[in-house]
């Protein structure tokens, strides 16, 4: 079985991160967020990959290369024409797809557990397409299911009156009915070819349409809160034989709980970590304060801070006797003492969709 996973988009709400960044390389506990879908689809035996991208994007490529270091084979597909919906990013892929079965992965989405059970439904109960639910408090920002005695008998997508509590989350599986049903869809009223109704048309035309339920927890990263979430959960399933320090800690700091140190980073004698952590190589650490839910990428350095639940991106600089909590900080960022330069005053350079809190 081939899968397909998307990478592509303009992650508008991630802004300014995303304008440098492709979303799907922010790394959650110092991994890109897209080899967390590759690990998942290579622990089912899936050994060739494509990866949709937006047209001219090679930052996926550099990164993630031929794929031969997870296992497996990523061949990388362009989405010509710009984003026209999740429907259509499949039905470009068809000429690598073929007529077999395929697992389709959106590459921001995260969960625990393994991909193995939604195979095998799917297998064993001979359906032409199966969708991973999860329950959720507020399903109107998703495509939701209704389901009558037990089966899925219609999808909406964004519903404002959702008939369930479920999300169609986004893990798929799917034969070759899907291209046969993409062609009998039109455009939605925000011009995108809805993977709604390509479900919907698969239960009219009386295709074998199931689900299965996301039982552990399951993370659609598409906003700032949402990546400090997921990267909170993986923190927290982390082994603790994961957690290892191969760093240098002077005698005096503190080290709490499951915390994994980076190769060349320093951590100063006046300094308490206090996971779960993740630190990257080559940090410098100094009288500073690192709590639970924060990853610091490579060659940060923190100087007099405390920085709790937080995700802070290779390359930066805070050298500032302040606590900063719930942040997403950029590559190559610096966070100073407002008495560093004159005149006194707090000074910004702040992208489109930035917070600040003074």
């Not at 110092?30 to 879908?37: F, L, Q, R, S």
């Not at 993986?234 to 957690?243: D, G, H, P, T, Y």
């Not at 080559?282 to 690192?290: A, H, K, R, T």
């Not at 590559?331 to 992208?351: A, D, K, M, Q, Y």
């Amino acid at each position: 079985m081939k899968a397909l996973i998307t990478a592509g988009g303009r992650a508008t709400r991630l802004r300014p991160i995303t304008w440098t960044l492709n979303k799907h390389l922010i790394p959650l506990a110092n991994k890109p967020m897209i080899e967390y879908a590759i690990d998942k689809l290579a622990d089912v035996n899936v050994r060739e990959i494509g990866i949709i991208v937006s047209e001219g994007d090679k930052d996926l490529e550099r990164a993630l290369g031929d794929g031969s270091r997870f296992g497996v084979k990523i061949t990388y597909i362009e989405q010509i024409g710009g984003a026209l919906g999740i429907a259509h990013a499949v039905n470009i892929a068809q000429p690598f797809l073929g007529d077999e079965p395929f697992i389709f992965y959106l590459g921001d989405n995260i969960i625990l557990g393994s991909l193995k059970r939604f195979v095998d439904k799917f297998e064993s109960e001979k359906l032409n397409c199966l969708l991973a639910l999860a329950a959720v408090k507020d399903p109107r920002a998703f495509g939701v299911p209704e389901i009558v005695d037990g089966r899925i008998v219609r999808v909406d997508e964004k519903p404002l009156q959702p008939k369930s509590n479920y999300a169609v989350t986004g893990i798929y599986i799917y034969d070759k009915n899907f291209f046969e049903a993409f062609k009998h869809i039109t455009p939605s009223a925000r011009k995108e070819y809805e993977i709604s109704d390509v479900h919907t048309w698969l239960i009219e035309k009386k295709h074998a349409v199931g689900y299965e339920e996301i039982t552990g927890w399951w993370k659609d990263t598409g906003r700032p809160d949402d990546m400090l979430e997921g990267n909170a959960l993986i923190l927290n399933e982390m082994l603790a034989s994961e957690m290892k320090c191969d760093g240098e800690v002077q005698e005096g700091a503190r080290i709490q709980g499951k915390v994994r140190i980076g190769k060349g980073t320093k951590i100063g004698a006046r300094v308490l970590i206090r996971g779960p952590v993740v630190i990257g190589e080559n940090c410098e650490l100094s009288d500073c304060y690192i709590g639970p839910y924060t990853s610091l990428g490579n060659n940060v350095k923190i100087s007099g801070a405390e920085i709790e639940h937080s995700l802070i991106l290779d390359g930066t600089v805070v050298r500032a006797a302040k606590r900063i909590v719930d942040s997403l900080i950029g590559r190559n960022s610096t966070i100073c003492r407002v008495e560093e330069t004159l005149p006194f005053g707090h000074r910004l350079v702040v992208g489109d969709n930035g917070v600040v809190e003074l």
